[in-house]
């Protein structure tokens, strides 16, 4: 069958003819990739791809031959675009954002692609020519494990947004070969398996080895005269190589394309012949599996001495890697005094604040500007976004590690800080009070570089994530600094990208809101507001609801191929979905389900009065925290027999499927009716799983903490279910003195529940088992469970009354969605770059 005919028989034959440059060849040849692709095209492409690169024909080609082949033949049309961007890109010398990021949750590559570069329906006739189940290819894939949550989910925002908005911009990370682990449960306990992600291919990646760097670690320094001037001189004692491998960032459907690279780390010496004939085959390959443990895992457990040393090499690695790279890219004659103008590096949290005195140490040790004058041009290149409100998540790092493995960059710091504690007195004088809270380095209980304090004193801005957090950023976790600083801190509250995470994770919805208002909300979210008078029709009510039943069973379709469960019919669908941490406060979940279940059980509780509810849990909880492990062991068997107490007659399930991730939260969110975002007022700094389930019509029940506030502002308190202490509550009852037993003693509710899991009834009798729990929430709970438990069951009977007007429910449901296009990820980078980049899109 010819090509022309928009067939496809998969034949070597056929590719051999198709791409042949052979004037004698008995049929014209199949044009290059070329815009706008049409099917035929694509076609071929596939099949060169296939036959190529894959080694295979069609009718041999096992699912992931085909799978692989797709992915490639995507790339190939990104790349004429990126090829093309690239040229603009160097000709116009525009500023570009470096955007430093330990993490990038990415999700499934394929359907996104092929959304933002408009390759969908060509793909779709390609596949079916060749009697291709796209489905099943989409099925195959597997995402890449590059982040933990929050923190590397918003940073793959960020990058679609930057390349949709047509901001010159590179993401640079880590290429970890085991990301985040995979999870599995066993007695309903965490078990932590290698998510080996890059088994089956890596498609989307392009590896780059002639532009690899070379990263130094350990050694001394040694001062040395240079021509008059006395300089430091680091003297590294090993060193690696970086690796890049890059992913292409499409815009939406305006020819921009970004890149995202990651880097890999392989031994400089990876493998030494005489020592291998020698016999020692161990020693040979010693110095490889040293430098490959540095880009082996994400987020090495580091309760052990081993574990932080590696966590240090990583950040230094990938960062000292991503400088290098963007200087070669600038003109050898560049004026690196000018370098503000061409490059702001974003600070994405404390992991890659190491950048701060590396970018130093080039600036001054290998390029010989003056001390001043590269501090100057530092201070404008970095800008830092705080993700945090509690003490524990800034990082800081011991000075006998900080000098032992980078004792160059150890002395930077030492230097920055002296200079900074002496403007401090000279505007304080010698409050030593003062100095001490301010100073880099900390003294105690060892002496340790605070890096959120190196970022804020290096970086042009400081931002929190939203009003609120932004606000006790300044108020309570760097209230010196920002007496010191006030214009360096500002608000950037953050966003989802909606491409994903309602154009591609909700097609129903997404073509319901095109087919009333058109399609340019897909990048101008503000647009949704279009929708709130809809709230008001009938008919549009019907179909939103239809919606969601429908999102439903498309949830169920897939826990049920995937783990065997499924939602009940008629169920609210309660879900809580995010890092198991406990100032998140999945226990106080667990014990509102528990409180249900003891009603019923109990007879206080008419089962007929009892709302059908299937609560939904997603979470990872690290390695080594083990409280957070015996919450989810608590939340599994409190599930388990739940679950099947006949006496509940189905009516409340608990489901938790094991490795939550962006593939399963596509799902999971479209079909949410409730989203939980109960963490302790203060403590959450932003959140983006609360934007995503308002956006796809979920109502909140939450605490004022994070974006909450802003959500609740938004759509309106009739339609959000508040409760819980505010932030000032909280920080007064902690003054006072908590006590949570006063609680339990105060509260029959509260106490049946504690009661009923501490006499062993979700633990085969075992009282043990969850004594920790029991104890914890009794004589400590850090984020006051017991104290908002009330309220939240009082906020849950609200939700009971609310749903059982279906009709009420569905209208507040289309106002969330329709009040809620602020939180657009476009909209915080167009925030970035009017309050802290300053990096106009190109054209």
């Known amino acids: 069958m010819s090509s022309a005919s928009g067939g496809c028989d998969g034949s070597l034959r056929y590719v051999r003819r198709v791409t042949s440059s052979d004037a004698t060849a ?22 060169r791809n296939l036959n190529f690169d894959g080694g295979v024909t069609l009718a041999d080609a096992s699912t992931n031959d085909r799978y692989l082949a797709l992915a490639r033949t995507v790339r190939d049309y990104l790349m004429l675009h990126a090829l093309a961007d690239q040229q603009r890109q160097a000709g116009a010398q525009a500023k570009a954002v470096c955007y430093l990021s330990a993490e990038y949750l990415l999700g499934n590559q394929l359907d996104n692609d092929l959304l933002a570069g408009d390759l969908a329906g060509v793909a779709a ?35 679609d947004s930057l390349a949709t908005l047509g901001v010159p911009s590179i993401g640079y990370g880590i290429r970890y070969e ?27 990646e392009q ?138 590096f974003q600070l994405n949290d404390t992991h890659p604040v190491i950048a701060v005195p590396e970018l130093m140490r080039v600036l001054v040790d290998e390029h010989g500007m003056a001390w001043d004058e590269a501090w100057a041009v530092t201070q404008q290149c970095f800008a830092y976004t705080c993700h945090t409100l509690l003490p524990e998540a800034l990082e800081v790092w011991p000075v006998e590690l900080l000098g032992r493995l980078l004792p160059r960059h150890l002395e930077i710091v030492y230097r920055i800080n002296e200079e900074f504690l002496a403007a401090v007195r000279a505007r304080f004088g010698d409050d030593e009070m003062r100095i001490r809270d301010m100073s880099i380095i900390a003294e105690f209980p ?16 400081v931002n929190g994530v939203a009003e609120l957090h932004s606000q006790l950023l300044r108020d309570k976790v760097l209230p010196a600094f920002a007496e010191f600083f006030p214009e360096k801190f500002t608000n950037v509250t953050n966003g989802v990208t909606p491409r994903r995470f309602l154009r591609l994770a909700n097609p129903g919805l997404s073509t319901l809101i095109t087919d009333a208002i058109g399609d340019g909300w897909v990048t101008d979210l503000e647009r949704l507001h279009e929708l709130e008078p809809l709230a008001e029709d009938a008919a549009f009510r019907a179909a939103f609801a239809a919606v969601k039943a429908g999102n439903k069973r498309r949830l169920n379709e ?24 406990e100032y998140k406060r999945q226990l106080l979940k667990v014990l509102h389900v528990v409180s249900e279940y003891e009603g019923v059980v109990s007879g206080r509780i008419a089962l007929a009065d009892l709302q059908p509810r299937t609560v939904l849990f997603g979470a990872k909880a690290a390695p080594g925290y083990a409280m957070a492990k015996r919450i989810i062991h608590l939340i599994n068997a409190v599930g388990s027999v739940v679950n099947t107490d006949p006496r509940l007659d189905g009516r409340l399930q608990v489901l938790f499927p094991p490795n939550y991730n962006v593939t399963l939260a596509e799902s999971v969110i479209p ?71 006063a609680f339990y003693q105060e509260d029959a509710g509260l106490r049946r529940a504690i009661d009923l899991i501490a006499s062993g009834a979700f633990s085969g009798g075992d009282r043990s088992v969850f004594e920790p729990v029991v104890s914890n929430l009794l004589y400590e709970d850090r984020f006051m469970v017991l104290a908002d438990y009330s309220a939240y069951m009082a906020a849950q009977q609200r939700v009971d009354a609310a749903y059982a007007d279906q009709d009420g429910w569905t209208r507040a449901a289309i106002l969330n969605v329709a009040r809620c296009g602020f939180f657009s990820s476009d909209r915080s980078i167009r925030d970035y770059i009017d309050r802290i980049w300053h990096t106009p899109p190109t054209t």
Not at 28 to 44: M, Q, R, S
Not at 179 to 192: K, Y
Not at 446 to 461: D, E, F, P
């Open 26 to 47: 008995p049929h014209p040849p199949v044009p290059a990739l070329e815009l706008p692709p049409t099917a035929d095209g694509f076609t071929a492409q596939f099949l």
């Open 671 to 741: 079909a949410a009716d409730l989203s939980e975002q109960i963490s302790l007022a203060g403590k959450e700094a932003s959140g983006t799983g609360n934007m995503k389930f308002a956006l796809n019509g979920a109502l909140t029940i939450g605490t004022d903490d994070g974006a909450n506030v802003e959500i609740r502002e938004l759509v309106g308190d009739a339609n959000f279910f508040l409760f819980g202490m505010t932030e000032p509550e909280v920080a007064e009852i902690a003054q006072a003195g908590y006590h949570p037993a």
């Open 446 to 461: 060892v002496r340790a570089v605070r890096m959120a304090y190196l970022a804020t004193v290096a970086g042009s801005r």
């Open 207 to 344: 590896p780059r080895p002639e532009a690899a760097q070379t990263v130094s670690f350990g050694g001394r320094t040694e001062t040395v005269d240079d021509a008059g001037t006395v300089r430091s001189r680091w003297i590294p004692e090993w060193n690696v190589s970086a690796v890049p491998y890059d992913y292409l960032v499409p815009g939406f459907r305006n020819g921009r394309v970004n890149t995202l690279r990651l880097w890999r780390a392989k031994a400089t010496d990876a493998f030494d012949l005489r020592i291998f004939n020698s016999g020692d085959y161990e020693q040979a390959v010693r110095a490889q599996t040293f430098a490959e443990n540095i880009s082996k895992v994400l987020y090495p457990e580091d309760s052990t001495p081993q574990g932080k040393e590696l966590r240090l090499q990583q950040q230094y690695f990938f960062v000292a890697a991503s400088i290098r790279d963007f200087l070669g890219r600038l003109p050898e004659d560049f004026d690196l005094a000018r370098l503000p103008e061409r490059v702001i």
């Open 125 to 159: 006739d390609a596949m079916a020519a060749c009697g291709i189940d796209l489905d099943e290819l989409r099925r195959h894939e597997i995402e890449p494990g590059l982040g933990n949550g929050g923190l590397g989910r918003l940073a793959a925002c960020f990058i």
């Open 558 to 581: 897939v826990l049920q191929a995937r783990d065997g469960m499924r939602v009940g019919d008629g169920h609210l669908v309660d879900v809580m979905v995010k890092r198991l941490h």
């Open 178 to 204: 085991y990301g985040i682990f995979r999870q599995t449960f066993e007695d309903g306990q965490q078990v932590e398996q290698p998510d080996a992600w890059l088994t089956l291919g890596a498609p989307w």
